[in-house]
């Protein structure tokens, strides 16, 4: 990546300045993806204090990635225009806001709408975190280590949610797992004050809102296609509604994009096949591992009686477990190349969850060690899959190049809720046995039989935890298809240079 025109010199920024620049933008990133997961084991607390319905917890935990996802590439293009700093602030900002309205919301619908608030937050701030690391490291090596640390700030936030989730579940109410956002939101501030540099905005760089929001509604009726596809019954007219509009919405936006002189997004750049990789290669690591940490923490906390704390401990394994080899990938990315490290990573992934699948049902040391394997797999791809990104994008597109990253981590994370969420509630249903013994309520939802529950345990619990392992099972089973699939199509990318070389950046309009 060159110095673009808006980025200070290398000499006007001191390497003390630079690095703790680059922990003080982790700080929002941290906080970003602990929203993500530190719900996962706050989930059936919340639920049940709210009085949410099975559909109504999905879009709790869907309304964020959802709505980030939408605005990400509007947000790095309008992030180019103000200045990156800017943006940052502004997110931090937003999200402290949201996070006090999440935090005392009093019911299930208020929270969704909270939730979807700090999203916008979060989609301020995603792209800038990586642009200003981009903007600021300009040496290769010193860059690769530098995002390599970003990625595994990312990895630790995913470990981190769930048992922070536990910690605070234990001791205070279920708002509190937001509450905590706010001390970290002021620090950042008063940090990127005095450490960021505040840049040239490009006033040229137009932020088209009709494209943000063609993005946003093409998402939503996707993932509502999705869901509806699913559902036990499927809702066949929902889904085609939702699917008609998804498209609708996505022809627009293309067609849009060409005819804007500064588009949210040119396509141009993903026919640079490290690029595409990269991208590709954050959908398919964020899928497994928000799909691995829903599934397990609700399968352990609601059959094996975990408590919040300790179900965020067991799927904490594999984010913990991607640390080593997260920061080994951006070290030694120069010396053995992309190919080796995601589509290596992305099938040692696919073999981790695999050995969960297989092996939990026979102890609790088989789930863990799959937890590890998956987890140093995830660590290799995803520490270079943003270098792929950022590396191989023009240096006056480091927004666009940042909100793509960040709408494919973001995006893998939403088809993982929206799918494997929706999958395992209608697998469960599916497995139940035709039994007229069988409360109605056994068959809505594994929650609404287990407050059926009374005491003595009822003959009928047994077939309800054997309905719901063979689901949780066999998600685990498309989790681990998925990441092979994955390692297959980044492989046959990456075949025409030396392995895994990385490609030179693609002019772009």
Same mark, same amino acid.
């Given at each position: 990546m060159s110095l673009p025109a808006t980025a200070p010199p290398t000499s006007a920024?001191?390497?003390?300045?630079?690095?703790?620049?680059?922990?003080?933008?982790?700080?929002?990133?941290?906080?970003?993806?602990?929203?993500?997961?530190?719900?996962?084991?706050?989930?059936?607390?919340?639920?049940?204090?709210?009085?949410?319905?099975?559909?109504?917890?999905?879009?709790?935990?869907?309304?964020?990635p959802?709505?980030?996802?939408?605005?990400?590439? #509007? @947000?790095?293009? +309008?992030?180019?225009?103000?200045?990156?700093?800017?943006?940052? =602030? %502004? !997110?931090?900002?937003?999200? #402290? @806001?949201?996070? +006090?309205?999440?935090?005392?919301?009093?019911?299930?619908?208020? =929270? %969704? !709408?909270?939730?979807a608030a700090l999203a916008v937050g979060a989609a301020a701030m995603m792209p800038a975190t990586l642009a200003l690391i981009g903007l600021t490291f300009h040496e290769e090596r010193e860059r690769n280590i530098a995002i390599a640390i970003w990625g595994s700030v990312a990895i630790i936030g995913a470990a981190l949610g769930p048992i922070i989730g536990g910690v605070l579940l234990a001791r205070f109410w279920w708002g509190s797992v937001f509450l905590v956002n706010v001390p970290v939101v002021v620090l950042a501030?008063?940090?990127?004050?005095?450490?960021?540099?505040k840049g040239v905005p490009d006033g040229s760089r137009r932020w088209d809102f009709a494209s943000s929001l063609l993005a946003l509604v093409a998402l939503s009726g996707l993932v509502l296609g999705i869901k509806s596809v699913i559902a036990a019954p499927p809702a066949w007219i929902t889904a085609a509604i939702a699917a008609g509009v998804a498209s609708i919405a996505a022809a627009a936006f293309v067609r849009r994009q060409r005819v804007l002189p500064y588009p949210l997004l040119d396509v141009a750049?993903?026919?640079?096949?490290?690029?595409?990789?990269?991208?590709l290669a954050a959908v398919f690591t964020l899928f497994a591992l928000a799909g691995l940490q829903l599934v397990t923490t609700q399968?352990?906390?609601l059959i094996a009686g975990f408590t919040p704390l300790q179900a965020g401990l067991l799927v904490s394994v594999a984010a913990l477990g991607?640390?080593?080899s997260a920061l080994f990938g951006g070290m030694f990315l120069h010396r053995v190349g992309l190919r080796p490290l995601i589509?290596?990573?992305?099938?040692?992934?696919?073999?981790?969850?695999?050995?969960?699948?297989?092996?939990?049902?026979?102890?609790?040391?088989?789930?863990?060690?799959?937890?590890?394997?998956?987890?140093?797999?995830?660590?290799?791809?995803?520490?270079?899959?943003?270098?792929?990104?950022?590396?191989?994008?023009?240096?006056?597109r480091a927004g666009m190049a940042s909100s793509v990253e960040e709408v494919a981590y973001e995006f893998g994370g939403l088809l993982a809720v929206a799918v494997l969420g929706s999958l395992a509630a209608a697998l469960y249903t599916a497995f139940l046995p035709p039994d007229a013994a069988l409360p109605a309520a056994a068959r809505e939802g594994i929650g609404q039989a287990l407050q059926a529950v009374g005491?003595?345990?009822?003959?009928?619990?047994?077939?309800?935890?054997?309905?719901?392992?063979?689901?949780?099972?066999?998600v685990l089973v498309v989790i681990a298809v998925a990441l092979a699939i994955g390692a297959m199509l980044t492989a046959l990318l990456l075949r025409s240079g030396p392995g895994s070389r990385e490609a030179a950046p693609v002019a772009v309009h």
């Open positions: 920024l001191s390497p003390a300045r630079r690095w703790s620049l680059l922990f003080t933008v982790a700080a929002g990133l941290l906080l970003v993806t602990l929203d993500n997961s530190v719900l996962y084991t706050a989930l059936p607390t919340l639920a049940s204090e709210l009085h949410a319905s099975d559909s109504q917890q999905l879009w709790i935990i869907n309304a964020y959802l709505v980030m996802a939408g605005l990400l590439l #509007g @947000a790095g293009t +309008l992030g180019d225009r103000i200045g990156h700093r800017r943006m940052f =602030l %502004i !997110g931090l900002s937003a999200f #402290g @806001a949201a996070s +006090l309205v999440a935090a005392f919301s009093q019911s299930a619908g208020q =929270l %969704i !709408g909270a939730r501030f008063i940090a990127t004050l005095a450490l960021a540099p750049i993903f026919r640079n096949p490290a690029f595409l990789c990269g991208t399968r352990f906390q991607s640390l080593p589509s290596g990573g992305l099938a040692c992934g696919a073999l981790g969850v695999a050995v969960v699948a297989l092996g939990f049902a026979h102890g609790l040391g088989w789930a863990i060690t799959g937890m590890a394997v998956t987890g140093v797999g995830m660590g290799a791809t995803i520490s270079v899959a943003s270098t792929a990104i950022i590396g191989n994008a023009p240096a006056d005491t003595p345990a009822p003959q009928w619990l047994d077939a309800v935890h054997a309905a719901y392992d063979r689901a949780y099972q066999w």
